[in-house]
């Protein structure tokens, strides 16, 4: 394409987003007159989902969830860093503020951040962050290398990956407060997979899990 | 303990749905999706649930890679978004980086505020009482909480959008490959995108001056 119609190429798929959004909005007020007036009122998703920044999973379509249902953290490959500000901002918030009762963490086969990770190459400013994935790697090294096809061992990794993100989750001072006192949040870890469009549970058991951790993580006393 | 399993019963549930639904519609749609992705927008919002990205722009899965995190916030040091900026940039090669703030953003509300939100919010939000701190005259001659909050919210994409400029690798796209950079606020209470600067709008777009 010529420069010039690149422009215009540009300019025309940038103006779709706001005719789909004029569609879709005038699609809400037509099914109900005051859906934006009560979403205006505030928020109080029961969900708090840390997925991956991948295309294919909009959290909320691939649940059939609507707007202000659940509250979303996006990064690659849908890690939680326990020096990471973004993300421990968002899982505090969530917790302490709109007191969710779900937490999901959501990886998905296929994940794009966790085949870098386990490219032998220099990734450059993405190496830090693709550095936790090789650490859970680490973690689970006999499992993972006594898995002899490369796509199931790729495909454990993800897994494995959520399961070490729940775990740094339930970590949280926030976490294990509100769940001490309250009941909840409920962690939980599942994986999207392309082939039926349906979610794995990794069937995360959060009781024990926390009891797991807290032998040498609990933040419990204020 | 006495917590309901019923909402997450209702997103297994929906989650059956959807996929039934999909493939129904089209039997190919989950193979291709499989395949890889090639989204075209880096989409960079708030965490708010009302203000899901791919269900309010109308678009499908492999539209948008999304980062979202409390108040649409770029900090220069901030690994996650500066590694969604540089995968989305250098390998996907997007063509669009949009970042959207929204109205009722909770994260300008406590920013506008003095309230202590404890360690880790205070220092997510500290550069949002920065701004808040220099366009202080401005924020305070608006009538209302709301007007403050949307205002603060314009100011943090304008601030965002300069972040982005200097990372190296979105200035080289900039300049060798067109990639554009977006300001929007997504008004909740109408629904609707608005381009951050009507002044500056050409064809419904705003594109942040280099
Ligand atoms: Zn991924
Ligand atoms: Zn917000």
């Known amino acids: ?222 | 303990m006495g917590l309901s399993l019923d909402a997450l019963e209702r997103v297994v549930a929906g989650n059956k749905i959807y996929a039934r639904k999909a493939t129904e519609q089209d039997p190919q749609f989950f193979k291709t999706l499989a395949t890889g992705q090639s989204p075209e927008i880096l989409w960079i919002g708030c965490a708010d649930s009302r203000v899901p990205e791919t269900t309010v722009c109308n678009c499908q899965p492999g539209d948008i890679f999304v980062h979202r995190n409390i108040a649409n916030c770029l900090h220069a040091d901030d690994l996650s978004a500066s590694s969604v900026v540089e995968y989305a940039t250098t390998h996907l090669k997007v063509k669009r980086i949009v970042v959207c703030g929204h109205t009722k953003c909770g994260g300008a509300n406590a920013a506008l505020g003095d309230a202590d939100l404890g360690p880790t919010l205070n220092t997510w939000l500290l550069p949002l009482r920065e701004l808040r701190r220099k366009h202080k005259g401005e924020l305070e001659s608006l009538a209302d909480d709301d007007a403050k909050a949307v205002r603060l919210a314009e100011l943090n994409v304008q601030q965002s959008l300069d972040v982005l400029r200097k990372h190296p690798t979105v200035s080289k796209a900039i300049n060798e490959r067109g990639l554009t950079l977006h300001g929007m606020i997504f008004d909740i209470a109408a629904g609707e995108l608005r381009v951050l600067d009507q002044a500056k709008k050409g064809n419904g777009l705003w594109t942040a001056p280099q």
């Open chain 1, 1 to 222: 394409m010529a420069s010039q119609d690149v422009a215009k190429y540009l300019k025309e798929s940038h103006d779709r987003i706001f005719e789909n959004n004029r569609e879709w909005a005038a699609e809400q007020k037509a099914k109900d007159p005051e859906f934006f007036t009560k979403l205006s009122a505030g928020q109080e998703p029961d969900y708090l989902w840390i997925g991956c920044s991948d295309s294919r999973i909009p959290a909320e379509q691939i649940t059939g969830l609507g707007a202000g249902e659940v509250f979303i953290h996006r990064n690659i490959a849908n890690l939680v860093c326990n020096t990471d500000l973004n993300v421990m901002s968002v899982v505090n918030y969530a917790v302490r503020h709109l007191k969710v009762k779900h937490i999901i963490v959501c990886g998905h086969y296929g994940c794009g951040g966790v085949k870098a990770a386990l490219t032998p190459q220099d990734m450059g400013l993405l190496n830090p962050w693709l550095r936790n994935i090789r650490d859970v790697y680490r973690l689970h090294e006999n499992e993972l290398d006594a898995i002899a096809d490369e796509s199931k061992r790729y495909d454990r990794l993800v897994e494995l990956n959520v399961v070490e993100q729940c775990r740094n989750i339930i970590k949280t001072a926030a976490v294990q407060q509100s769940y001490a006192t309250n009941g909840f949040p409920i962690v939980h870890g599942w994986v999207f997979g392309f082939q039926d469009g349906l979610l794995k549970d990794l069937k995360v058991d959060h009781e024990k899990m926390l009891r797991d951790i807290q032998k040498i993580y609990n933040l419990t006393q204020g």
